[in-house]
């Protein structure tokens, strides 16, 4: 596929006003970003560790440096608000800061022990170009954290990113040039999906790191599959909160609500399914309405309190009202919010939700958007079929007075990161991925930098 009509789009979701097109690679664009990339492994590779390091380091400065700046482009590609625009810029930097600091470390050789002389170690080296297929939700949070361990250990990156963030994209590409990643180290392209399959097929490429729906998931991990490339998958989530029992029951909720519209709901590991026990369950969900009741759309750049953002766009926000429509008409009950404006601009109400049941969309679907479902559980064991009964197996968490027994439920959470008493673990050092139709591998931490890389065994005999 050969075009260069407008794909890559600034869509302002407060206003459904367009920005700036961008026009979408040719093929040969392509072709010589590959070319490029695979022409500055064979120097990137050979750099001593230490020089690549530096480089990581400062990105990590300069990402500090244009937190600001960094976030006006996202508050208007997509509707983040603004506080949490910096916030994620901050963030971005503390995951370079991190493998900057303790890539060396972790990518040293590992000495195992041999049972007929001579000496062995693991080593970990680059395997090559990789390509990165990332979301609109996070722009820079999750370039991030494909990028940081892989820069470090020596492989190169095509970056594929979310169409309707091409000014953060490029953002990021002008931050490493000025960082010192040399040409063709970090490629940005704006590629179709015919390009990203070729991409895929090329045997240049070693791997693909893909953060997104369980669908684009499952049509990359096939092609990475048909070509024999490693592939990286951090796909949807509809992760369990279960509240066993609370002291103040306001307060629990009142965290549970502040977790639930984090990036107006648009979070992978966000508080989907609400888990309450059945003694303190009116009160959680009276809570949970009384702070639905009253927003109002506000300007996602001034964040002001009482106001909520936009979703990333209006197709995304017409998908969810329709999912609560559903659950509405097959008996849910909706208490508040759940309104869909009249356009163009991507405002929905946040909503709480209670009565889902199988056969509805909302109970087996991800609700990627400003939406409390709340659950009423009998026991900790029906809390905890619960829990598990959905397809996916991102993330959860447990909370109780008893850290025991949240502890004890939380051991038994089918999922790739559990938490007690805490929505959720978060730094870049603790390793991110799940199980189940929420895909494979791990980004962040130790276990980020493991991904793609080659743990070749090198072995001298006595």
Known sequence: MSTNEALHRVLNPATGQVIEDFAHATDAEVQDAIAAAHEAFMKWRRRPIAERVAVVARLAGLFTERAEELANIITLEMGKRHDQAVGEAEFSADIFRYFAEQGERLAADQAIPTFSGGRAVVQRRPVGVLLGVMPWNYPYYQVARFAAPNLVLGNTILLKHAESCPRSALAIRDLMLEAGVPAGVYENVFASHDQVADIIADDRVQGVSVTGSERAGAAIGALAGKHLKKAVLELGGSDPYIVLDADDVAEAATTAWGMRMENTGQACNSNKRMIVAEPIFADF????????????????????????????????????????????????????????????????????????????????????????????????????????????????????????????????????????????????????????????????GPLGMDEFVNKRLFYISD
């Open 285 to 444: 969900v009276a809570c949970l309405v009384e702070h639905a009741s009253g927003l109002q759309p506000g300007d996602p750049a001034e964040a002001e309190d009482g106001t909520y953002a936009p979703m990333s766009s209006r197709a995304a926000a017409e998908t969810l009202h329709e999912q609560v429509l559903d659950a509405v008409a097959k008996g849910a009950t909706l208490h508040a919010g759940g309104e869909l404006s009249p356009g163009p601009d991507a405002y929905y109400s946040p909503a709480v939700l209670t009565g889902v049941t199988p056969g509805m969309r909302a109970y087996s679907e991800e609700l990627f958007g400003p939406v409390a479902v709340v659950y009423k559980a009998a026991s900790d064991q029906e809390a905890l079929d619960l829990a598990n009964s959905s397809r996916y197996g991102l993330g959860g968490a447990v909370f109780s007075t008893d850290v025991a027994r949240a502890t004890a439920v939380a051991a038994e959470l089918e999922v790739g990161m559990a938490n007690v008493n805490t929505p959720v673990s978060e730094g870049a050092e603790l390793p991110f991925g799940g199980i189940k139709r929420s895909g494979f591998g791990r980004e962040l």
